[in-house]
């Protein structure tokens, strides 16, 4: 079974950048699809990026053209780098495969806080 563990949140100013990680243990890892969701409090879940097995990539509205996610196939890690940060994209964040979402399978994300 996939297993994921996200990393590298914290409290950051308005404007600032942060990237996460998340560090799968899947033999097959290069082969999934990997997502990025985040969740603030009291709001759903929602989409932030994904990412397919050949590096295509997709975006919400919200973080176009400020987030890029990425991924190291060798070390089984997929990124989200966050620049241009601002107070409502305070949320915890996620990673996860279509598989493990499908199932409502969820790590314990990290927490990304912007605020001055």
């Known amino acids: 079974q996939v297993q994921l563990v996200e990393s590298g949140g914290g409290l950051v100013q308005p404007g600032g950048s942060l990237r996460l990680s998340c560090a799968a243990s899947?033999?097959?890892?290069?082969?999934?699809?990997m997502y990025w969701y985040r969740q603030a409090p009291g709001k759903q879940r929602d989409l932030v990026a994904s990412?397919?097995?050949?590096?295509?990539?997709n975006y919400a509205d919200s973080v176009k053209g400020r987030f890029t996610i990425s991924r190291d196939n060798a070390k089984n890690t997929v990124y989200l780098q966050m620049n241009s940060l601002k107070p409502e994209d305070t949320a915890v964040y996620y990673c996860?495969?279509?598989?493990?979402?499908?199932?409502?399978?969820w790590g314990q994300g990290t927490q990304v806080t912007v605020s001055s």
């Open positions: 899947a033999t097959f890892f290069s082969f999934y699809t």
């Open positions: 996860n495969t279509e598989g493990r979402r499908n199932l409502d399978l």
């Open positions: 990412i397919t097995d050949n590096g295509s990539t």
